[in-house]
């Protein structure tokens, strides 16, 4: 199971939020890891998330994806932060995909910030 699904699944579960889900993993004293996505996974993950909130069209085109995945280095974490701001940034240009130019975009300002 994908880590961030996982997560989901744990709040899903004790109905838990925020600082509740914080407390609820300290009590248990474990931690969860996973191998980093591989590039397949990455594809399926997005998918996979997006069908969580009714989106049943690819919104990334293949190559966004691989960069995406290389960029994130496997970690859904990063994948989802980064998917995130890409989608936006998609949407303020009016655009139905998210492609090479825009992700490029949000990676340089992401390294920006980074320092």
């Known amino acids: 199971m994908l880590f961030g699904l996982a997560d989901e699944l744990f709040v899903d579960i004790i109905g838990a939020t925020g600082g509740a889900v914080s407390r609820c993993s300290s009590l248990f004293g474990m ?6 996505l591989t590039p397949d996974d ?4 997005l998918r996979v998330r997006l069908g969580r909130v009714g989106c049943t069209k690819e ?4 190559d966004a994806i ?4 290389e960029a994130a ?3 859904p974490r990063d994948t989802d932060r980064l998917a995130t701001a890409a ?3 998609a949407a303020r240009k009016k655009r139905k995909l998210v492609e090479r130019d825009v992700l490029s975009r949000i990676l340089q300002l992401d390294a920006e910030e980074a320092g």
């Open 31 to 36: 931690r969860m890891t996973s191998d980093p």
């Open 59 to 62: 919104l990334f085109t293949s």
């Open 73 to 75: 280095a496997g970690s």
């Open 87 to 89: 989608l936006r940034a």
């Open 42 to 45: 990455t594809a399926d993950y």
């Open 66 to 69: 691989a960069m995406l995945h």
